[in-house]
């Protein structure tokens, strides 16, 4: 097992790549805390996760608020003692909008999710990670961090920063022994991504953007999440990995 006697944080893991990498570290043998602001679904993935002999917990956290972030990392360290590995995964999707239309409460609230979040996740992750002796954060960016999407400026936005964000926090940190990196899945069959949040003409022609010709699985990006969390990957540090079946290549 990978991740025996490790101990980790997925945010936003009741549901999508959040879930899917809380399993594969459990199945690998980490202590997993299991947050999200859906506490019916966090709550399931944790008895997912105990029926097959795992070990987990769930902690109902909001990322964009600072303090459920810090009171996140705190129930963590009460329960399992320590923190080696932090998946800063919770994101939301933008209104879709051309810049000067759009709404500023919206363009606050994806940047609140899913940029503050990951800033506010790794600044009380970090200290915990110091006292263990080193550690793995692994943000769940997009390939929308690395190119545009006509109408999503605000996803756009908040994911290009925490790819900066990532490579910064690697700089700073890499002599605590603390390697952080982020994953830019393409698009992928989640909740926040399906024929009925989306439409099926829509699905049809996202899948046509990627060199495989389809969307990804959960599970696909859940795999690049356990290298980089792993001591498998202890010469990686500060990098963008796309896992999105070609669509950076096209
Ligand atoms: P999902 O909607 O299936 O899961 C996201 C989870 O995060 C949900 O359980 C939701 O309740 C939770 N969440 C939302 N806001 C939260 C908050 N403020 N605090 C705590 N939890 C919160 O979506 P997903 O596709 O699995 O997305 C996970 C991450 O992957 C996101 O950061 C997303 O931007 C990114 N991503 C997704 C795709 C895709 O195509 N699905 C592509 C690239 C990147």
């Not at 024929?195 to 696909?220: D, F, S, V, W």
């Not at 001591?231 to 290549?249: E, H, K, Q, R």
Request: proline share 2%; aromatic share 6%.
């Amino acid at each position: 097992k990978q991740l025996q006697n490790k101990v980790a944080i997925i945010t936003g893991s009741g549901s999508g790549i959040g879930k899917a990498t809380a399993l594969l570290f459990a199945k690998e043998g980490a202590k997993v805390t299991i947050s999200d602001i859906n506490e019916e679904a966090g709550k399931k993935v944790v008895e997912e996760i105990q029926q097959n002999g795992g070990e987990a917990i769930f902690v109902k956290a909001n990322t964009a608020i600072a303090e459920d972030s810090k009171h996140l990392v705190a129930e963590t360290i009460k329960a399992f003692g320590a923190l080696h590995i932090a998946v800063n995964n919770a994101g939301v999707g933008s209104a879709f909008s051309k810049v000067a239309d759009i709404d500023l409460a919206d363009w606050q609230r994806v940047i609140d999710i899913n940029l503050n979040g990951v800033f506010y996740g790794m600044k009380y992750q970090i200290p915990e990670m110091i006292k263990a002796k080193g550690g793995s954060i692994i943000n769940i960016a997009s390939i929308l961090g690395q190119v545009a999407f006509q109408g999503a400026a605000a996803y756009v936005a908040s994911k290009h920063a925490v790819v900066g964000l990532t490579k910064t926090g690697a700089l700073d940190h890499a002599l605590d022994n603390i390697r952080v990196n982020a994953i830019g899945p393409g698009f992928i069959y989640t909740g926040l991504v399906n024929e009925t949040t989306m439409g099926k003409e829509a699905i049809l022609a996202l899948e046509q953007k990627h060199a495989l010709h389809r969307l990804g699985n959960p599970e696909e990006v859940a795999a690049m999440c356990l290298f980089l969390a792993s001591d498998t990957a202890s010469f990686v540090t500060g990098s963008y990995y796309p896992v999105d079946g070609g669509y950076l290549a096209m």
